[in-house]
């Protein structure tokens, strides 16, 4: 056996490389993951439609509810996600950034990312921080001028001008507080694709997730093992 960093000869019973410290994959790691991918695969029938090649196997699904909301032609509320042995497909409202804003596309958006490209996952929060900045600038300009008021100088003129900016100090911080999400984003090589985190258990996530990088793991592995995989100096 060979170490897949520093090339160093190692033994069968070696577990971390010797000399970088690398760990050495067991021969049956692959087998344990398939069995594992295959163990959580799902098996929805109609799903087929959506795939590219009919071959591919659908091993896991965000938003299984709303995937078969719509096979069962119930329309599409929200949005699901479906990652296949070799690409993930998404379809269904999502969100996209531009211009360092979060849009929400129509039911009828979708895409198509290959599975290598997917760089990973993450869950954050998105909120319109300018908002934010704004409420506390209104809010001190009002503290101002109700200190201009009670000081006496044109008391009913700085009075209004308080009022109306606290107003608008509240207004500003609703529609913080409003666009605040929580967010599940799927990353690949040119962009990600990003659903509310509410429209999902937590469990069901993490199910995918699992899915998701057990199906890469295995296509990288498969690649490597191929004659144009791996490095070829070797």
Known sequence: MICEKCGEELGNSFRYCRVCGTPVPSADSSDDKKALLLAGAENIAGAEKFFIDPNERLVGVLGKDYL?????????????VAVTDRRVYQKGKAYVQRAGRMSLLRAKGSAVIDLADVTGTRIFSSSNLPRLILCVLFFVAAAGAGVIAFAGYNTRLFCYIAGVLLLLSAVCLLGYLV????????????????????WFRKEEFYEF??????AKDILIEGYMNTPYGGDSRR
């Open 209 to 214: 997730q699992r899915q998701l990088y057990l």
């Open 179 to 198: 666009s605040r999400r929580g967010l599940i984003t799927i990353t690949y090589k040119s962009g990600g694709v990003s659903l509310d985190r509410k």
């Open 68 to 80: 078969l909301g719509y096979l069962g032609g119930k329309g599409l509320r929200r949005g699901f």
